[in-house]
């Protein structure tokens, strides 16, 4: 009986007190995670989307290359034209703003811009009207 006492108290000791104890790094390794902000939560086409296409219209409003998008009523059937749901970033819409497909508006934004990531992620998320 002594014998198993001792045993559990050096268990106890060894994993409780080490530097190194991994019942502790693990939690802490969760919180980090919980505590960090998602980014991209719920894409708004109208709140986010046509604020990040606002260098487009310049353009675009009167028609460039066929692509008529002026930011108005006819903005998302406009957008979702250019939009493959089901390979995002292969969509027109950030190949031509990334200035890919020899874009005759060149590189509007890079693919590490804010702007790209909300699209990409109303894409993903769907390319709801909301
Ligand atoms: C400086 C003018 C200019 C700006 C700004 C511009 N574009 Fe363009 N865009 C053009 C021209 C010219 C064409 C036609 C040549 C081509 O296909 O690239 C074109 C073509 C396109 C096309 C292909 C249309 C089709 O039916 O083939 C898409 C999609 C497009 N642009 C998206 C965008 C987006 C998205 C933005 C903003 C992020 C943008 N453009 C900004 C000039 C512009």
């Known amino acids: 009986m002594i014998r198993t006492k001792s045993a559990i108290l050096l268990f106890v000791l060894l994993t409780g007190c080490g530097t190194e104890n991994p019942f502790s790094r693990g939690p802490d390794t969760v919180d980090d995670s919980t505590t960090n902000p998602v980014p991209g939560e ?3 086409f109208s709140a986010d989307v046509i604020p ?3 260098d487009c ?5 009167s028609g460039a290359g066929g692509w008529t998008y ?3 009523d006819e903005a998302y059937s406009a ?8 390979a995002p970033t292969e969509s027109e819409l950030l190949i031509k703003a990334t200035g890919g ?3 005759g508006g060149g590189r509007i934004f890079s693919s590490a ?3 790209y990531e909300i699209i990409l992620r ?5 390319a709801l009207n909301n």
């Not at 219209?57 to 409003?61: A, L």
């Not at 109303?122 to 769907?126: D, N």
Request: proline share 0%.
């Open 42 to 44: 719920n894409i708004s």
């Open 52 to 54: 990040a296409l606002d």
């Open 57 to 61: 219209v310049s353009c675009h409003r």
């Open 70 to 72: 002026n930011a108005g």
């Open 79 to 86: 957008v979702l034209n250019t939009v493959n749901r089901n």
């Open 101 to 103: 497909g020899n874009h």
């Open 113 to 115: 811009s804010s702007e």
């Open 122 to 126: 109303w894409i993903e998320q769907g």
